[in-house]
C-alpha cells in the first residue's frame, strides 16, 4: 500500500486520488494497510469478513493508482519521446491507445502519451460518482466489477511498461523494492477476485511465476 513508500517518492504523475477520511471506505483503506504490514500477502488481499466484494475492489483499485501513479512519477523523465516511440513491455507487445468511448480507433503513440492518456482515463473513472460511488448508502452499479477489470488490465500495462523498459533506472532510483512489494500486492490481488486475463498478463508472466512460489 502506500505507506510503504518513502518521502522521497511522493513525486506523482497525476495528482493523488484520496478517499475521504470518516467513510467507510476510509475505514477499509486502513484495514488493508494494517493487513498488508502484518506481511502474509495472501491473506491480505482476501475480502474481509463481512465485507462488500464491490467495495473493497474500488477501495484497492484506487490504491493500485496511487501507487502506479507514484511510480511511474518517479520515472517520467526517462521515459520520453524518444526513449519509447511506442507503448510497448518487451519487444512482443505493443499497446494502442482507446478506451472504446471517446477513442474508438486505437491510435498508436509514444509510451508517455499512451500512459497519459491511461492514466486520465483511469483517474475519470474513479472520479465519476456513478461507478465509484464515495458516499454512504449509495449502491454500486451492477457492471462495477466488469468496470474494475478494464482499469485494472489498463493499469497492469504501466507496471509491464516499467518493468520492460525502466528496470535499470527504476535500480538507479533504488526504488525497485517499492515497484516489487507493488506490483506483488497487485498480482496478489487480481488473481484472489480474478480480474485479468491470463493472456493480458503475458508480458510479465516469468515475474508472476516467481512473485507467486
Ligand atoms: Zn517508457
Not at 501513479?69 to 516511440?85: R, V
Not at 460518482?129 to 466489477?145: A, M, R
Not at 506490483?183 to 493480458?200: G, S
Request: include cysteine; aromatic fraction near 12%; charged fraction near 25%.
Amino acid at each position: 500500500m502506500s505507506f510503504l513508500f518513502s518521502a522521497r517518492s511522493n513525486k506523482t504523475f497525476k495528482p493523488k486520488k484520496n478517499i475521504a477520511e470518516g467513510t467507510h471506505q476510509y475505514d477499509l483503506m486502513k484495514h488493508a494497510a494494517a493487513t498488508l504490514g502484518s506481511g502474509n500477502l495472501r491473506l491480505a488481499v482476501s475480502l474481509p469478513d463481512g465485507e462488500d466484494l464491490n467495495e473493497w475492489v474500488a477501495v484497492n483499485t484506487v490504491d493500485f493508482f496511487n501507487q502506479i501513479n507514484m511510480l511511474y512519477g518517479t520515472i517520467t523523465e526517462f521515459c520520453t519521446e524518444g526513449s519509447c516511440a511506442v507503448m510497448s513491455a518487451g519487444p512482443k507487445y505493443e499497446y494502442h491507445w482507446a478506451d472504446g468511448h471517446t477513442v474508438k480507433k486505437p491510435i498508436k503513440c509514444s509510451a508517455p502519451k499512451y500512459i497519459d492518456f491511461l492514466m486520465t482515463w483511469v483517474q475519470d473513472q474513479l472520479d465519476d460518482e456513478s461507478l465509484f460511488p464515495s458516499k454512504i448508502g449509495v449502491p454500486f452499479p451492477k457492471t462495477f466489477i466488469q468496470s474494475a477489470k478494464t482499469i485494472l488490465k489498463r493499469l497492469f500495462r504501466v507496471y509491464a511498461h516499467i518493468y520492460h523498459q525502466h528496470f535499470r533506472e527504476v535500480v538507479e532510483l533504488s526504488e525497485e523494492a517499492h515497484l516489487n512489494t507493488s506490483f506483488k500486492h497487485f498480482i496478489f490481488f487480481v488473481q484472489e477476485f480474478n480480474l485479468i486475463e491470463k493472456r493480458e498478463l503475458e508480458p510479465l508472466k516469468e515475474l508472476i511465476e516467481k512473485l507467486s512460489e
